[in-house]
């Protein structure tokens, strides 16, 4: 397994073993898109879910409101200490992650990338673009693609599809929430330039309806998730695992089916979400696809061995 690499963004340290401290936060049967489902292969499932807390875990640090911008970086600088060198600093999913990515010896820079988009959220409140939005999507929500490719034994060449399917569930998260996330946390991840080109200001997360100005705003975004999921509709076909191709295909389908209710309704007097309809009609879609394309295609992994078409 390659050695960690030590990085500067371990900014803030705590002297002696510090007491985690966050706020009850999702789990992984609360999130819009399937984490480590059934489709996923039963020995691969642990890694995923260790992967899932590390993530969790530190995303409730970052959105905990009861910290301070200092106490967030202290302690997500801990898991980042605890996860290059070791040692028990009181954050048992760290270790847990630590011994799954030697076990599966994948880089912890798929970790590492999300610490540093977490400590983002501790000192940064407002997107000022939409390249900067995206250029936080690469270290909050990219990483998490590429570590199901990697641990899947999958082509690095399905890195570009997989990144454009993760920036935009990151964004469709970001816009059902974004009332929530100002209120709570006063954050904003809708781009900051969109806004005043609209004459607009952050308050009007607060106005509870959304005027015409908000509704091209949020229209703006949706467009944009729409190009992603262009881009990252050829994924299925590209992985030779089928569980792992069945699952992006289901989620795919999830993220069209969840783009498409946004733009019908008004996110700000009610949060929208998918129905369980919806997973059931998108996940029977979603496999079924795959498992017509496998009767007639055959793919390809990372270590140039041929899969048969239903593998």
């Not at 500067?8 to 002696?16: I, K, T, V």
């Not at 009850?24 to 995923?48: C, M, Q, Y």
């Not at 540093?116 to 929500?141: G, I, P, T, V």
């Amino acid at each position: 397994m390659p050695q960690p690499i030590r990085t500067p963004h371990a900014e803030a340290r705590l002297a002696g073993p510090p007491v985690i401290a966050r706020a009850p936060g999702k789990t992984a049967r609360d999130e819009n898109f399937p984490v480590g489902s059934w489709l996923i292969e039963a020995r691969l499932r642990p890694h995923i879910m260790a992967y899932y807390r590390f993530a969790r875990a530190s995303d409730d640090i970052a959105d905990n409101p009861d910290l301070t911008p200092a106490d967030k970086m202290a302690q997500l600088s801990t898991f980042e200490e605890s996860l290059i060198r070791g040692g028990d600093q009181n954050a048992d999913v760290v270790a847990e992650m630590r011994r799954s990515l030697t076990t599966t010896e994948i880089a912890p820079e798929r970790c590492l990338d999300l610490l540093y988009a977490f400590m983002q959220d501790a000192r940064k409140s407002r997107r000022e673009s939409w390249d900067d939005l995206m250029a936080y999507c690469r270290l909050s929500a990219n990483p998490v693609g590429r570590y199901l490719l990697d641990l899947h034994g999958e082509s690095p060449d399905a890195y570009p599809a997989s990144d454009a399917l993760c920036s935009a569930l990151q964004v469709l998260n970001h816009l059902q929430d974004c009332a929530e996330d100002y209120e709570r946390l006063n954050r904003v991840y809708l781009p900051m330039d969109w806004l005043l080109a609209e004459g607009l200001t952050e308050d009007i997360l607060t106005a509870g309806q959304m005027p015409a100005s908000m509704r091209r705003i949020i229209d703006r975004n949706l467009d944009e998730v729409d190009v992603l999921l262009q881009t990252a509709e050829d994924l299925p076909s590209r992985l030779s695992n089928r569980g792992l191709a069945m699952e992006s295909a289901v989620i795919l389908r999830l993220a069209r089916r969840l783009s498409a209710r946004l733009r019908k309704h008004d996110l700000l007097a009610k949060k929208v979400s998918l129905r369980k309809l919806d997973f059931l009609d998108c996940g029977l879609r979603g496999v079924l696809s795959v498992l017509a394309s496998r009767l007639f295609t055959r793919g390809v992994n990372r270590n140039g061995k041929e899969t048969g078409p239903h593998g």
